[in-house]
Nanobody, 124 residues
Framework: HVQLVESGGGSVQAGGSLRLSCAASGYTYSSYCMGWFRQTPGNEREGVAAIAPNDKTAYADSVKGRFTISRDNAKNTVYLQMSNLKPEDTGIYYC???????????????????WGQGTQVTVS
């Protein structure tokens, strides 16, 4: 039973930083591609960043140079370090996992089969 639990969301002023964490369990974490997505009301889930089992990463253009995705296989955890946050970064951030997803660019929600419950990020 795959389980993904996000944490680290909150409210921050523009220009500030947050680090999101996603703890994974129930599968061979190190062999899965991990992704971060965000969603705002009325909009589709947007891919933010992804990291492959070999640590290859990809980002949405809107977050390049500001966000960093990383993984700690010993802790079964993936992180999203967010810096220089902007109001348009506001949304619910979801962690996702899949064994077959490929890291080729900003992640696509359709490529991921397992999802966390989300954590709210508010930038004002």
């Amino acid at each position: 039973h795959v389980q993904l639990v996000e944490s680290g969301g909150g409210s921050v002023q523009a220009g500030g930083s947050l680090r999101l964490s996603c703890a994974a369990s129930g599968y061979t974490y190190s062999s899965y591609c991990m992704g971060w997505f965000r969603q705002t009301p009325g909009n589709e889930r947007e891919g933010v960043a992804a990291i492959a089992p070999n640590d290859k990463t990809a980002y949405a253009d809107s977050v390049k140079g500001r966000f960093t995705i990383s993984r700690d296989n010993a802790k079964n955890t993936v992180y999203l370090q967010m810096s220089n946050l902007k109001p348009e970064d506001t949304g619910i951030y979801y962690c996702a996992a899949d064994s077959a997803a490929l890291v080729r660019g900003a992640p696509e929600a359709a490529d991921f089969g397992y999802w966390g419950q989300g954590t709210q990020v508010t930038v004002s």
